[in-house]
């Protein structure tokens, strides 16, 4: 694992923004086009707003999330929101998006509606931008999910499972294991002490207990870590 600190969240999404940009425009020169999947939640907001305004050539770049709430993309909850808000301007608003929600009953129906779409993404992806909460969950792969051993099956077959756990909040859609651990490069981003002190110490533990090292340990490629204190401890 390749772990990289930083001493401000600003410092932190500059740094990455300029080697998630590195790693698109190499796909773009070697394949012509890019595939980039992106995780929600509060923590990538300012990485977002830097990588907006990387130039590269965004009309060959497909976005995608990592995960989703299974909210409409008005709420201030969606992952969809965030990213069409933060990423998909300046320089990246010529990206094409590939969302994972629809207006369907179900989270299960969405999934499969997400399945059909997501040909469009060139798979393996070439970047996935991963975060991670206190409770060790990264994706929408909770501790406390009812199907966890089938989102953390490294031969689930699917692209896009629908998950019901109790500690999520709402329904969600997530992209399963094997896509998200054969990414040509897979980073998490995680900022705060509590962050990191779960992961350093999921990391160390004999054997996996949380989603965080399942997926970790998955990676077909060395994992960067993104860390810096949180935005609070700076103030
Ligand atoms: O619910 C989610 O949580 C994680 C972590 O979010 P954060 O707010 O603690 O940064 C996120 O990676 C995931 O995409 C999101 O759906």
């Keep these: 694992m390749n772990w990289k600190e930083f001493a401000s969240a600003q410092a932190l999404a500059q ?35 830097v990588l907006s305004t990387r130039v590269l050539d965004w009309s060959k770049v ?15 909850r969606s992952n ?26 179900t989270p299960e129906a969405a999934a499969e509606k997400a399945e059909y779409r997501l040909v ?15 409770n060790g969950h990264t994706a929408s792969f909770f501790p406390d999910a009812e199907n966890l051993s089938e989102l953390l099956d490294p031969k689930t077959p699917q692209t896009v499972l629908a998950v019901h756990a109790a500690s999520a909040g709402e329904p969600r859609l997530t992209l399963t294991l094997p896509r998200l651990a054969e990414a040509r490069h897979l980073l998490l981003h995680i900022e705060g002490g509590d962050k990191r002190d779960v992961f350093d110490e999921e990391m160390s533990a004999d054997t996996p207990r949380l989603p965080i090292r399942f997926v970790m340990d998955a990676a077909t490629s060395e994992p960067s870590v993104y860390w810096a204190p949180s935005k609070e401890s700076q103030r």
Excluded: C
């Design 62 to 76: 497909t976005v995608t999330l990592v995960d989703e709430r299974f909210v409409p993309p008005t709420s201030d």
């Design 80 to 105: 969809e929101k965030l990213t069409r808000d933060a990423l998909l301007r300046n320089e990246a608003a010529k990206a094409h998006f590939v969302p994972l929600y629809s207006e369907v009953d």
């Design 120 to 134: 469009e993404v060139h798979f393996p992806l070439d970047v996935v931008v991963l975060g991670m909460g206190t």
């Design 15 to 49: 740094a990455q923004a300029d080697e998630v940009a590195g790693w698109l425009s190499d796909a773009i020169a070697t394949k012509n086009v890019a595939s980039l999947a992106v995780s929600g939640g509060k923590t990538p907001a300012r990485f977002f707003e």
